[in-house]
């Protein structure tokens, strides 16, 4: 009895352990599964596959800091800035787990469609048998639903006089709707619904990509402009200190009087306390920066000079659109208002689906089944089901329509804010275009006061309070200038995002001026 029951669990056990799956083979399937709907649908959507992966890379930047292997300062550019985000920011590494996400979910939907195989063993002791129940289950997009189930006894154990017996029983069944909710795009709609939100969620994704990028570019530039703003005032200092030792040495030999003396020693004091708090600005601008980027704020990191003329190659096609043509070109390319627009559509699909539950309910069902030799049965009929007590499906249908008209005021209002947004940068490109050359007239005007100054202050014909105002006139000019090139390059990419033809690479930044997405 003994020796019966160990082989009988034995055999359960071999079929147990041959049918399992270890965790990493299920989070391999998984990942090739939903990359290659990622793939897919990035290659519909933007004409070409994606390399799409939710794994760190095995050497970022963060993880080579951390680990000592790099020490010291290190130096950025743009361009390093966008690739070291894309690989340890928190906030990106966050995203792309919920596009992935979104790829599970179409994953299951799809194997609700597919020849779902099962597979079940039943160890008895008693009987020395070991019983195997196996078969299928099939949904197909008719709406009919096909369920094959086939039972043995697969097993004699050895040590036991009974027969092998070859096939116990067997059953097959069909159900196939007639009426209400019949139709195969009803059958098919949460399959259709999740296709249709894995391309929302492919476009979402690629729209967070490029204003993650601005936004990182934003910051770095105006971190660029801090940097020089603390690089003007440092250079003032150093001619406000010049100028209060001169003074100090004129004063103290009784060629000028005191208050001019104190005039110049008060700027240089001013000046000096805007150099601590414009230090302490980069200083803070620079952690929020390494954070952004997912670095570890205790490391140095150096900004290379770079200039404010970013794409302004691109600011003769900007500023030759015409508002019309302009808001056609973002209607065509901006990822956020397709996904509006066809959620209009998912919307009307819904109101149908709903309209279909309203219908009468009529099933076609077919069965079969063998038991043993000469033991054949099977059925077929009707199953209809009367539309009555149908409160549920009537809210059901005025929800579904009370979203589609939610659904288009939604639409027509990104439409407007869409137009809105850009009349508002098209407005700003051209005043801050204006503003550059207001500054950089101011500039040379500026320059030219501070050399008079200087010059008659040594000739005895000016006194220090006319110097001094005019090198504050110069730092503010220099500071605006600085401040107006930034905004200048903000109009620029910001009004290339909101048309959609803002794109992000691996070689950074780039403009498409075609219709592709």
Known sequence: MINRLLCVCSCATALLVASCVTPEEARLAADDSAYALLSKNAEEVFGEASDFSIEPPVDSLRQRLMSGELTGPVELNLLACLEIASEDSPVYQSEKEGLYLSALDLRLEQWQFESQFFFGAEAS????????????????????????????????????????????????????????????????????????????????????????????????????????????????????????????????????????ADQARQDTLESS????????????????????????????????????????????????????????????????????????????????????????????KGDTSYQGPGELDWSAGLSFDLPINQIPQQNSYRSSLISLEKSVRDEQFLKDSIVAGLRDNMRNLHNSIEGVAIQQSSIELAKKRVESTDMNLAAGRSDTRS????????????????????????????LCFDLGILRVGPDGFRISHTDSL
């Open 125 to 260: 002791a008693p009987a020395d048998t070991v019983t195997v129940s196996t078969g299928l289950q099939k949904a197909l997009g008719s709406g009919a639903t096909i369920l094959a189930d086939i039972g043995s006894n697969m097993l004699a154990v050895v040590s036991s006089d009974k027969p092998f017996s070859a096939l116990g029983a067997a059953t097959f069944s069909i159900t196939q709707p007639l009426l209400g909710g019949a139709s195969a795009e009803v059958i098919r709609e949460p399959l259709t619904q999740a296709e249709r939100n894995l391309v929302y969620s492919v476009r979402s994704f690629e729209r967070y990509r490029r204003s993650f990028a601005l936004d990182l570019a934003f910051q770095y530039f105006q971190l660029i402009e801090s940097i020089r703003n603390l690089e003007i005032e440092t250079k003032n200092f150093e001619g406000l200190r010049l100028l209060a030792e001169r003074n100090d040495a004129l004063a103290e030999a009784g060629q000028l009087n005191d208050i001019e």
């Open 273 to 364: 306390n805007r150099l601590l708090e414009l230090d302490a600005r980069v200083k803070k601008l620079l952690d929020n920066f390494k954070l952004l980027l997912g670095l570890p704020v205790g490391v140095e990191i150096v900004l290379q000079e770079s200039s404010f003329d970013v794409f302004l190659e691109s600011e003769e096609y900007l500023l030759s659109l015409e508002e019309k043509s302009a808001i056609e070109t973002s209607f065509r390319s901006r990822l956020d208002y397709l996904n509006r627009a066809d959620a209009t559509l998912d919307s009307e699909r819904r109101v149908y689906v709903a309209e279909e539950a309203l219908k009468a309910g009529l099933e076609l």
């Open 467 to 494: 110097v001094l105002e005019a090198r504050r006139a110069l730092v503010s000019a220099q500071n605006s200038l600085a401040a107006a090139e930034r905004e200048r390059l903000t109009a620029r990419l910001s």
